[in-house]
């Protein structure tokens, strides 16, 4: 079972969840959901932030969770999973960007997408991965479902 980490918040309040929702601009990443990175990453979010010199404030608070067996995830191991999602309609674009239809997830049960950016080199390739999901920097999970959030707090 993987365990993830989110940066930039103690702990996680089911609260403060904002349903995921198709966005104007920055179209290849949604507004709300929770973002993470598994702490095994090879290229997770610590590492952008640390490359970058990203937020680096934020990597000192953090909480890590679990999600539960049953969760929906669509894993993107290669440019071809990406292929199998609902693509958004309404956008098209030169450089060959994938617009997930977020929503549509939702009401499909999607729970997770979860990018495995650095599975293989061919994803920095022209049509791979990186290309594809421009903005989708690292590997990393988008919880679309709060209720599969297995907070933990003795780790």
């Given at each position: 079972m993987a365990l993830y980490i989110h940066y930039g918040s103690a702990n996680f309040n089911p609260r403060y969840f904002e349903q995921v929702t198709n966005r104007d601009q920055v179209r290849v990443k949604p507004n709300g959901g929770l973002w993470a990175s598994r702490v095994d990453a090879k290229l997770g979010w610590r590492n952008w932030c640390e490359g970058e010199e990203f937020r680096l404030e934020d990597l000192n608070t953090y909480f890590r969770f679990l999600i539960t067996p049953a969760a929906k995830v669509a894993h993107l191991y290669t440019s071809k999973d990406l292929d199998r999602l609902p693509r958004r309609n309404d956008c098209f674009d030169r450089w060959n960007e994938f617009y997930p239809d977020f929503e549509q997830m939702a009401k499909d049960g999607w729970d997770?997408?979860?990018?495995?950016?650095?599975?293989?080199?061919?994803?920095?390739?022209?049509?791979?991965?990186?290309?594809?999901?421009?903005?989708?920097?690292?590997?990393?999970?988008?919880?679309?479902?709060?209720?599969?959030?297995?907070?933990?707090?003795?780790?």
């Amino acid at each position: 079972m993987a365990l993830y980490i989110h940066y930039g918040s103690a702990n996680f309040n089911p609260r403060y969840f904002e349903q995921v929702t198709n966005r104007d601009q920055v179209r290849v990443k949604p507004n709300g959901g929770l973002w993470a990175s598994r702490v095994d990453a090879k290229l997770g979010w610590r590492n952008w932030c640390e490359g970058e010199e990203f937020r680096l404030e934020d990597l000192n608070t953090y909480f890590r969770f679990l999600i539960t067996p049953a969760a929906k995830v669509a894993h993107l191991y290669t440019s071809k999973d990406l292929d199998r999602l609902p693509r958004r309609n309404d956008c098209f674009d030169r450089w060959n960007e994938f617009y997930p239809d977020f929503e549509q997830m939702a009401k499909d049960g999607w729970d997770a997408i979860e990018l495995h950016l650095s599975s293989t080199d061919k994803n920095w390739d022209k049509d791979g991965l990186y290309w594809r999901l421009y903005g989708w920097d690292c590997d990393s999970i988008l919880i679309m479902n709060p209720k599969i959030i297995s907070p933990l707090t003795h780790i």
